[in-house]
């Protein structure tokens, strides 16, 4: 079951982290960015999802331990 989270409640460095170390599958290129970043999680299991910033393909990254 997917439960919604609070990505501003993650430290700005996190957040800063999370929203530039991103790959993009249609661009095929690395940390070009994600918008409008939603965390939720999933099967134990966390989870942002947004759009690359250049060509608004969505993207979901797994997150480990930051």
Do not use: H
């Not at 991103?22 to 999933?42: F, K, M, R, V």
Request: negative net charge; contains cysteine; hydrophobic residues 40%.
């Amino acid at each position: 079951m997917k439960r919604d989270r609070d990505f501003s409640a993650r430290a700005p460095l996190d957040q800063a982290f999370v929203l530039q170390n991103t790959w993009c599958d249609i661009c095929q290129e690395a940390d070009i960015g994600l918008a409008n970043p939603t965390e939720y999680e999933e099967d134990g299991r966390v989870f942002v999802e947004g759009a690359c910033a250049r060509c608004g393909n969505g993207i979901v990254t797994e997150l480990s331990a930051l």
